[in-house]
């Protein structure tokens, strides 16, 4: 191959990008992203960013991704001992072009530093950053620590960068990239890492609505959370709007969550974690209403009846009205794979991919919160930092030669508890708590189906979480391929 595009500059991207050296791919690299940022890290968008805390001395986030408690990634063993102390260090990622010195797997590890500022939208830029394209940090160094690449590693993947386009089509034979500006890439193989965008509610832009999904959301959104005590409203009790939440309720706003399932998290956790769950929302001063939707947003034109309109309540569905200054929400996310329906690669729940992320076009794979891999589409970190040395392995063979079969993992910061889920979750397991307990707020609970462990959650209790999370790795390996990707996502 003489050029591979990667489109979607974010996790799944920079990995896809980093494995493609790793595994001595040596062409043209392009790398096409909607954003004008280089690659950040999402979690903390909720968590410490939001939060406006310093987290350049506490890059607990990092730890959160429990890397280090992968026995794949820790060759380094004083690493994988220390990962549930919540401390581990900073690593040094894979350089492209194979080496992997100091333990770390290809793909690397979450890199420190500055989020590279972004070309000229539309522009190209290969190896460092042009001069004029400053660092974020250098005017909110609040931002570096969500920054998973640097200028070094820019420049060793030597790829071109191309920033804040959007790719608009692929051609039926995968050998072409369109781009919003009318550019188009031609190409031998295509990597798709488009992730997903938040859901939005239906009607008009109001201010004083935000979602969570980009760094250019967290921004807004912190924006207007600095301005005094608020009233929010979070409507959605999923990860996204419970760590808003929790967060909000942090920095001494009057907050209550919204949620029309009986209890928040059913469909991830099952019930009886999704009650420890609500418990938390209770317990952190947090109003939670379940059991009822939205039936609309109230909203008055700011300054009287020429300014913008800026959200005053939310109408429930039960008639209630809820006062709020500020709305947050958090109903989900939809895989980016619209610019690939006209291909048939892909449908609304993303983009198809055997199990090897391998699309029916052998040069076309797909990763990260875009692919539906064997069926099942994850909206996890892990499995956007996992899937693709597989993918790339796939891509460079021309055809499938290994599948991806990782354990589901992922991880949510809530009310000061940390929240660890691994495996799959089938609907009739039955929850038995092995260690601690949910009043202590430290605890191990094992979903067990006919005497087996199937999946495991974890509160503010990582060590035992790590060994059962390594169990049913090898579980999961000594399983015969055809039952793994049956079986629904947590
Ligand atoms: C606020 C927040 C908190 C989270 N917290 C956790 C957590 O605690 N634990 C956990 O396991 N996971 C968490 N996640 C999920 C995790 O961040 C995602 O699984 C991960 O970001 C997926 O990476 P991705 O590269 O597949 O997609 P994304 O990160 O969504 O990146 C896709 C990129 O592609 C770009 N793009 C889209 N369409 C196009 C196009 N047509 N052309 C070019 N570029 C395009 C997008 O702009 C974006 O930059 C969180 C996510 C968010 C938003």
């Not at 979070?234 to 909000?248: L, Q």
Request: proline residues 7%.
């Amino acid at each position: 191959m003489k050029t591979v595009t990667v489109v979607g500059a974010s996790l799944a991207g920079l990995y896809a990008a980093r494995e493609l050296r790793a595994q001595g791919y040596d062409g043209r690299l392009v790398i096409i992203g909607a954003e004008p940022h280089f690659p950040y890290d999402r979690p903390p968008l909720s968590k410490d960013f939001l939060a406006n805390k310093d987290f350049l001395a506490n890059k607990d986030f990092l730890a959160n991704t429990d890397l280090a408690a992968d026995s794949d990634f820790s060759a380094n063993k004083d690493l994988a001992a220390n990962a549930d102390e919540a401390a581990a260090a900073p690593l040094g990622g894979a350089a492209p072009g194979g080496a992997n010195a100091g333990g770390a797997a290809p793909g690397g590890a979450t890199r420190g530093g500055a989020i590279p500022g972004g070309p000229t939208p539309g522009g190209v830029t290969r190896g460092r950053p042009l001069p004029g394209q400053a660092p974020l940090d250098e005017t909110t160094p609040d931002e570096a620590p969500l920054a998973l690449t640097d200028p070094d590693e820019i420049a060793e993947l030597a790829a071109d960068w191309l920033l804040g386009v959007h790719a608009t089509a692929l051609d039926p034979r995968g050998r072409a990239v369109h781009l919003d500006d009318g550019r188009t890439v031609v190409t031998d193989g295509v990597v798709v890492a488009t992730g997903a965008s938040a859901r939005r509610l239906p009607g008009p832009r109001l201010a004083g609505v935000h979602t969570l999904r980009t760094l250019d959301d967290a921004r807004a959104l912190r924006a207007e959370l600095t301005r005094g005590p608020r009233g929010v409203v979070v409507i959605g009790g999923g990860f996204i709007g419970a760590e808003t939440a929790s967060t909000c309720a942090a920095l001494g706003h009057d907050v209550t969550v919204v949620e029309a399932a009986p209890l928040p998290l059913i469909p991830q956790l099952g019930p009886e974690m999704a009650a420890f769950c609500a418990d938390l929302h209770r317990h952190g001063g947090v109003r939670l209403l379940t059991g009822t939707g939205v039936a609309g947003l109230r909203h008055a034109a700011v300054g009287g009846t020429t300014g913008p309109e800026r959200v005053t309540a939310v109408e429930l569905t039960d008639g209630r009205l809820l006062p709020a200054d500020v709305v947050v929400v958090g109903i989900g996310a939809t895989p980016n794979s619209g610019w690939l329906t006209d291909g048939a690669l892909a449908d609304r729940d993303g983009v198809r991919c055997d199990g090897g992320c391998v699309t029916s076009l052998p040069q076309v794979v797909a990763v990260g919160d875009v692919a539906r891999v064997g069926g099942v589409r994850a909206e996890h970190w892990t499995s956007a930092t996992e899937q693709p040395r597989v993918a790339v392995r796939n891509l460079l063979a021309a055809h499938t030669v290994e599948t991806f079969s990782a354990l589901p993992y992922f991880w949510s910061d809530q009310y000061g508890s940390r929240i660890q889920f691994a495996g799959h979750r089938p609907a009739d397991a039955t929850v038995r708590i092995a260690e601690g307990s949910p009043d202590s707020g430290s605890f191990l609970a094992l979903y067990e189906q006919a005497g087996q462990v199937r999946a495991a959650l974890a509160v503010n209790r990582p060590r035992p979480f790590m060994k059962v999370r390594r169990r049913l790795r090898a579980q999961r390996s000594a399983e015969p391929d055809g039952t793994r990707s049956a079986r629904a996502a947590p």
